[in-house]
């Protein structure tokens, strides 16, 4: 679940548990992991499980009941296409 965060994820996790969060992606990852073994209670749970359903927030496919995991890509809404209407006068 901690490799799949980004960087600024990172970030918050360890600035939730008051640890430094400077640093590049591998080495933030080697202290979550040294984080959660040590200091790990439900609080730091909630935020990682928080992180993580904000990038991959959950979505109903159409014509099927299974949620399935979105993709971490913003999605895009569509506007609906309007045909003229042919008036003629």
């Known amino acids: ?3 799949h ?3 600024t994820e990172l ?3 360890m600035a ?5 969060k400077s640093g590049i992606k591998s080495n933030l990852l080697v202290s979550a992991v040294g984080v959660i073994q040590t200091q790990c209670n ?4 909630t935020v990682l499980r928080q992180l993580y359903q ?3 927030a959950y979505q109903t496919v159409p014509g099927n009941s299974q949620r399935t995991p979105g993709s971490h890509q913003e999605e895009q809404t569509v506007a609906p296409v309007v045909e003229p209407t042919h008036n003629p006068t």
């Open 11 to 13: 970030h918050s996790l």
């Open 1 to 3: 679940m901690l490799t």
């Open 54 to 56: 904000e990038r991959y």
């Open 16 to 20: 939730a548990k008051g640890q430094t």
């Open 42 to 45: 439900s609080h730091l749970l």
């Open 5 to 7: 965060l980004c960087v």
